[in-house]
């Protein structure tokens, strides 16, 4: 008999319960019509267990059985508590919930610390997530019958950071996920308390520090945990609090007033920095070593799937500030500000100074690659964002620091800024629509036009132009779309891209 | 259905062994941009992995009340006396809001010490912390305890207190100040009970009792609404 090899698939998973069905009902087909023979039948059968299955469908019947008791029995444990919850003294609370706390989650870590066992280890993982929400029980308890007066975001801040914690011991995704969810939580309801004022207690300070906090703890989990959606989202959570945090600055410093320097920072720094973003960034002794020849290194997979959602998110954020400020409303909004920074609360600037240390030498090692790459195959490349970013900067300075915008005409519109912003909507989704021709990419394709068709829109529906025009402007994009996508799927030929990783 | 010739034999093995070859090449099994699906956790965990993580988490619930608990256990016992928190209904149900007569910045401006309030409050408290000096009466023990007097507001921690005087540390929110006194979660089974009483009591005489520690900390000890005692 050929020895047996391993099991491409996980014996108790339904799916491929499914699957053996059919292939057993499959392969007795393909037998009997001569496709295969006896000997190939049996290497099939010994290989998928057919003779299993009738053994595998009664145990799943038990198991959800099991399962089912399992939950009513949950559900009595709970109303026991809640029915006797006034009636305990206080000490002999706080003992059962942490001995439920600690009881479910080393239970649900010895079940999972066995590799052989598929069954055990889902059993434990599930144990170790509702170990991780009766943390929360447990804080979110405790600091009741304390009476303590802390806010709902310290305890969404504490709960986040504990499985953090746990989450880095197990290495699980799960808990990394949830953690930076939590900690992404406390920060907006935090955000709006934050008042003015030197408030030192350890939580506001956080939440001050909010992206370097997120930096330091959750990116190299994602490192760790080799996860995608946790550095995706520490990204944009860096990104948004950054921005969030250095556009409050002026407000609770006591005066509500801007600068084009903090515009600018505020609005550009997270896309250059995410834009910039490589591992190298956490390795200093690259800027001395000599600079790798493209072709020579592999980035390493986890690396390169990091620097792509993370391009990715720059793109994104960077379409959002263009399309936002080629609106003529918004200049009136932040038109009411001028320049007077004394009394500037810091916290946020530090950050944002030690992340543009970052950002500079993310940028750096793309300048020193630039030498190497001529030809550059994509429009999107990091010349025309750098080109895009430096423009965005000058007009923000320019309009903020060195005009005096006249706050008391109404009919006031700042036309450079408007031309300026307009003109790079338009080219930048332009050179979305041209990479997603050349490089077959879809999703690429579809968001230029995306951003063309809004911005036409927008404009369109912005000035109080006539019902004909606006009829023709409708059915020309409609129709444009259309024979985009035909044109696309005709002629473009998709491939499988590094997109937005050749320089 | 025939039986394995050998020709159809070879040529089984050699499709055997063609499947076989390509399993050992290792195609990847994701595009190139995918990280492995699968995280690494073929070895088992040591036991520390897990004791560390959970006993930090062990420490954050019991961090909860750690401080509440020292101040209760070295505090000294004052009364103060609440003062309604809006001209409105108070919030009742789940849990009572409750403000005091030294929450108001009105009634802390008269105070010695007080008098820069009157200025406008921000940006003239460093840490944002403000102390108040309480002093307590003369009266002997009453069923509700005596109310404690402020006498003075200082910024900075006082250390010329008296022995009948008590410095208690409160933080400016943005328009009154606050104590960490001010939640009291009320019992479900006595909840009816406790709203009855607010309701028909005059603000007088709802006074609560709380420890004070020597850093000005406090924690909540009692509520009493005339002459009864509801111990948080």
Redesign the interface.
């Known amino acids: 008999m050929a020895a047996s090899a391993p099991s491409p698939i996980g014996l108790n998973d339904m799916n491929s319960e499914q699957f053996r069905r059919q292939l057993r009902h499959e392969s007795e087909q393909w037998w009997s019509e001569g496709l295969i023979n006896a000997d190939l039948y049996e290497k099939l059968a010994d290989r998928y267990q057919f003779d299993r299955l009738e053994q595998d469908a009664s145990h799943r019947f038990i198991m959800i059985l099991m399962g089912l008791g399992a939950v009513l029995l949950g559900l009595a444990a709970i109303t026991f508590v809640a029915a006797n919850w006034q009636a305990w003294p206080r000490s002999f609370k706080v003992v059962l919930l942490l001995s439920c706390f600690l009881g479910v989650t080393v239970t649900g870590f010895y079940l999972w610390n066995r590799p052989e066992q598929q069954r055990h280890r889902r059993l434990g993982h599930g144990l170790l997530l509702l170990g991780a929400l009766l943390l929360g029980a447990n804080l979110g308890l405790v600091s009741q019958m304390f009476h303590q007066s802390g806010e709902v975001f310290e305890l969404f801040l504490v709960w986040g950071l504990g499985m953090t914690a746990m989450a880095y011991g197990l290495r699980l995704t799960s808990l990394g996920v949830m953690a930076v969810g939590l900690v992404g939580l406390a920060y907006q309801m935090g955000f709006f308390s934050w008042f003015g004022g030197q408030d030192l207690a350890w939580t506001h300070l956080l939440i001050q520090h909010m992206p370097l906090v997120v930096s330091f703890l959750f990116v190299p989990l994602a490192y760790w945990c080799r996860s995608r959606v946790i550095f995706g989202l520490s990204a944009f959570i860096v990104a948004y609090s950054l921005f969030l945090n250095l556009i409050k600055t002026p407000s609770i410093s006591g005066l509500s007033l801007t600068s084009g320097w903090l515009m600018a920072i505020a609005w550009l720094l997270p896309i250059a920095l995410l834009w910039s973003y490589s591992r190298a960034m956490w390795q200093f002794s690259h800027l001395s070593a000599p600079v790798a020849q493209p072709g020579l290194t592999q980035p390493r997979m986890e690396s390169d799937s990091f620097q792509a959602i993370a391009r990715i998110l720059a793109l994104f954020l960077l379409s959002i500030v263009l399309y936002l400020f080629s609106f003529k409303g918004i200049w009136r909004v932040w038109g009411w500000f001028n320049s007077d920074l004394t009394n500037l609360i810091w916290h946020p600037l530090f950050d944002a100074m030690i992340l543009s240390v970052f950002a500079g030498l993310g940028w750096l090692q793309i300048a020193r690659q630039f030498q190497f790459q001529r030809r550059t195959t994509t429009a999107i490349n990091s010349g025309l964002v750098a080109l895009i970013l430096l423009i965005v900067a000058t007009v923000f300075v320019y309009y903020f620091e060195f005009t005096i915008i006249p706050l008391d005409n109404p009919a006031f519109v700042p036309i450079v800024n408007l031309v300026v912003f307009n003109i790079l909507l338009f080219l930048f989704s332009m050179g979305l629509i041209r990479d997603g021709l050349a490089l077959g990419d879809r999703p690429v394709f579809w968001a230029g036009m995306v951003l063309l068709i809004l911005g036409i829109i927008s404009r369109m529906l912005e000035y109080n132009t006539g019902l004909l025009l606006k009829s023709i402007v409708f059915g020309l994009c409609g129709v444009g779309i259309i024979a985009a996508g035909i044109w696309f799927e005709r002629n473009a030929k998709p491939q499988s891209t590094r997109y937005l990783l050749k320089y | ?4 010739t050998p020709d ?2 070879s040529s ?1 093995n050699q499709s ?1 062994n063609q499947s076989q070859a390509l399993s050992k090449q290792n195609l990847p099994a994701s ?6 699906a699968t ?7 040591p036991g520390w ?2 004791w ?3 006993l ?3 420490a ?3 961090g ?2 750690a401080q ?1 608990a020292y101040t209760m256990a070295t505090g000294r016992l004052v009364t103060l006396q609440t003062a309604p928190v809006d001209p409105y209904d108070p919030l009742r149900g789940y849990y009572q809001i409750l403000g005091y007569e030294i929450s108001r910045v009105d009634r802390l401006k008269q105070l010695p010490g007080g008098e820069w309030l009157n200025q406008g409050i ?2 003239y ?4 912390n403000i102390y108040v000096v309480l002093e307590a009466p003369t009266v002997s023990k009453t069923n509700p305890p005596a109310v404690w007097q402020p006498v003075r507001v200082s910024l900075q921690r006082p250390t010329d207190l008296a022995d009948n005087q008590v410095a208690l540390k409160g933080q ?3 328009w009154q100040i ?1 104590y ?6 009320m ?3 006595r909840r009816q009970e406790v709203n009855q009483a607010i309701t028909n009591t005059p603000q007088q005489a709802f006074v609560v009792e709380a420890k004070i520690d020597a850093q000005g900390n406090s924690v ?1 000890v009692s509520l009493w609404v005339r002459d009864r005692n509801f111990r ?1």
């Not at chain 2, 259905?1 to 394995?4: D, G, H, K, N, V």
């Not at chain 2, 595009?31 to 492995?36: H, Y």
């Open positions: 259905m025939t039986s394995p159809s034999q089984a055997a595009p190139p941009l995918a990280p492995p995280q690494p956790t073929e070895r088992r965990l992995r897990l560390i993580p959970l930090f988490q062990a954050l619930i019991i909860v009340p509440d921000q940006g408290v460093p840490e944002g400016y929110d943005g606050v960490g006194l001010e939640t009291y979660y019992p479900e089974d909540p948080f």
